[in-house]
Nanobody
Framework: QVQVVESGGGLVQPGGSLSLACEAS????????MGWYRQVPGQERELVAS???????NYGNAVKGRFTISRENGLKRVYLQMKTLEPDDTGVYYC??????????????????WGQGTQVTVSS
């Protein structure tokens, strides 16, 4: 069906920068939206940034002005540039892809796929 793979992440000092990348692949018919979410233990997964096929972009309140989401190859690749990182930005960052997939010309069906997650740690 559809696979989502993240890359990037790691350890960075407060005030530093880091970039994440995500690529969706497989029997994709059309991608409706791609987004980044993050989660820390004991808390719900929260929106970091998302972009849809209409180029509308949304950011979580905690990252506005510091993070930038960008796209490439339609919506198959998205990037998250993170600046002025804070310890509260620490967490596992997940990429999500939503849209329609089709195999062998079948009627397209909806999908909602997540990557395996990548750890971001902001610490001195």
């Amino acid at each position: 069906q559809v696979q989502v793979v993240e890359s990037g992440g790691g350890l960075v000092q407060p005030g530093g920068s880091l970039s994440l990348a995500c690529e969706a692949s497989g029997s994709i018919f059309r991608i409706v939206a791609m987004g980044w979410y993050r989660q820390v233990p004991g808390q719900e997964r929260e929106l970091v940034a998302s972009v849809n096929s209409g180029v509308a972009i949304n950011y979580g309140n905690a990252v506005k002005g510091r993070f930038t989401i960008s796209r490439e190859n339609g919506l198959k690749r998205v990037y998250l540039q993170m600046k002025t990182l804070e310890p509260d930005d620490t967490g596992v960052y997940y990429c999500n892809s939503r849209g329609y997939f089709s195999r062998d010309g079948d009627v397209p069906r909806q999908y909602d796929a997540w990557g395996q997650g990548t750890q971001v740690t902001v610490s001195s």
